[in-house]
C-alpha cells in the first residue's frame, strides 16, 4: 500500500490554512497562541518508509536473489509526546512501527518444472527513540518550520519464507523452510518539517526523518554480515496541544 496521495492531501490542505494567515489569527485569538507554561503535545503520524539496505548482507543477497531493498518501502505509523521547556524548544519521546514484505526469487535457478523458486523477506523496525524538537518561527506563525534530532534503541525482526535450494545436496533439492533472526540496535534520527496550526490546540504536519542504525545478524543468518536498518521516513499527521 501507498500513501502519496495523502501526503498530497496534506500538503494541499496545509496550503490551503497557510494561506490564510489574517483569518487564522482572527478566529482564534491572539489570545490563544499566546497561551504558554509547560505545554505538551501528542502528535499521531502516518506515512511511507524506505529502507537504505546499504550493508554487506543486502550487498550479497542482491547477487543471489530478485528484488531490492527499497521494494521493501512500505506504511510507517508512529506517535510521539512532546514537552516544550521553551517556546521554541522541547523534548520528544517516539514510538514508530514498520513492516515491508518482498518476494525474492533465485536469478540463475528455477526448480524442474521451469518454475521460480521464491520466498517472501519480511523486515520489521520498531525505534523507540527520545530527541529535542526546535521550532524556527514563532508559535502563532501561520506554518511553524521544524528541525529536530533524537536517538534510541532500533527493535528489528527479519525474516525470509518460502522455498530455498540446499546447495550442500548434489541434486540441489528444493525445500521449504523460515529462517528468522531478532535484535536491537542503538540508533540515531535526523528530522525536519512543517507544522500548520489549525486552532490553538490542535494543527497539522508534515515531516522527514532521516534514521541511522545497524547490527549484526545472528540466529538463523549468523555470520553473514551487517543488517542496515537505516532509511527516509515521509510523514504527515495531526498534534494534539494541551
Known amino acids: 500500500m501507498k500513501l502519496r496521495w495523502w501526503f498530497g492531501g496534506l500538503l494541499a490542505l496545509g496550503l490551503l490554512v497557510g494561506a490564510t494567515p489574517g483569518q487564522a489569527r482572527s478566529r482564534y485569538g491572539d489570545r490563544g497562541y499566546e497561551r504558554y ?24 543477497v542482491a547477487v543471489d536473489f530478485t528484488g531490492e531493498p527499497k521494494d521493501l518501502e512500505d506504511v510507517v505509523g508512529g506517535l510521539d509526546y512532546v514537552f516544550d521547556l521553551q517556546r521554541n524548544f522541547g523534548l520528544m519521546l517516539s514510538a ?103 486552532s490553538p490546540y490542535f494543527s497539522f504536519f508534515a515531516e522527514g526523518r532521516w534514521d541511522r542504525a545497524d547490527d549484526e545478524l545472528g540466529g538463523d543468518f549468523a555470520d553473514l554480515g551487517t543488517l542496515d536498518l537505516s532509511g527516509r521516513r515521509v510523514m504527515g499527521g495531526i498534534a494534539w496541544k494541551f
Open 37 to 60: 507554561g509547560n505545554q505538551q503535545s501528542v502528535r499521531l503520524r502516518l506515512g511511507l518508509f524506505t529502507p537504505d539496505g546499504e550493508s554487506d548482507f543486502f550487498d550479497d
Open 96 to 198: 514508530d512501527y514498520f513492516q515491508g514484505k518482498m518476494d525474492q526469487s533465485y536469478r540463475d535457478f528455477v526448480d524442474n518444472r521451469g518454475n521460480r523458486i521464491t520466498h517472501t523477506t519480511t523486515l520489521d523496525v520498531t525505534p523507540l527513540t527520545a530527541g529535542v524538537v526546535i521550532k524556527l518561527a514563532p508559535e502563532g506563525a501561520p506554518i511553524v518550520p521544524y528541525v529536530g534530532a533524537g536517538g534510541g534503541v532500533y527493535a528489528w525482526r527479519y525474516r525470509e519464507s518460502g522455498d530455498f535450494i540446499d546447495f550442500g545436496v548434489a541434486s540441489r533439492p528444493v525445500f521449504s523452510t523460515t529462517l528468522e533472526d531478532t535484535g536491537a540496535a542503538l540508533g540515531y534520527y535526523l528530522q525536519a518539517g512543517l507544522d500548520v496550526p489549525i
